[in-house]
């Protein structure tokens, strides 16, 4: 083991040009794909995560649902915690969203099923008072149960059985 990584060092050091030279290439022929993969799932939209109930745990709105996710289950707490926290606690289930297309349009249907629904997490208060117009245009938003669409989330639900 000590002589592969002597081995690694010193071919780094005799290669450096050579090494710096590939990592600009590689950043320059695939900056194309990497701005796709990061603008995946990039679109405005309102999520809700639901348990296993049927119940909303929480509602929230985004630009990029992805990294949302993302976000919400890796916590840097300790490894695994931020998936051991919302599928073995909080019992999640699935995630739901509406796609709306602009920003404002996206909190203020927030604002509005936060008022509609009491999910545990939400617990801060909605201030609407900046999008009120965007509330008026949203028009009755009680019937919106057959626009919402399911997110894959079934990666972390196999991490979590994983971690079991």
């Not at 600009?24 to 639901?50: A, H, Q, T």
């Not at 201030?127 to 399911?150: A, H």
């Amino acid at each position: 083991m000590k002589n592969s990584k002597e081995y690694m060092r010193k071919w780094r050091e005799e290669n450096r040009k050579t090494y710096k030279e590939y990592q600009r290439n590689y950043y320059v022929e695939n900056k194309g794909k990497w701005k796709e993969y990061n603008s995946k799932d990039s679109f405005n939209c309102v999520y809700r995560i639901l348990n296993t109930d049927g119940d909303v745990i929480r509602i929230g709105s985004t630009s990029n649902l992805r990294k949302r996710i993302s976000n919400y289950m890796s916590e840097k707490v300790f490894k695994g915690w931020g998936i051991w926290k919302w599928f073995h606690v909080l019992k999640a289930d699935k995630v739901e969203y509406i796609m709306v297309d602009s920003r404002e349009k996206a909190f203020a249907l927030e604002c509005v099923l936060l008022k509609q629904e009491t999910p545990l997490l939400n617990t801060n208060q909605v201030k609407t008072d900046y999008f009120d117009e965007y509330i008026e245009s949203l028009g009755d938003v009680s019937d919106i149960e057959d626009l919402w669409e399911e997110y894959d989330i079934s990666r972390y639900k196999n991490i979590y059985l994983n971690l079991l």
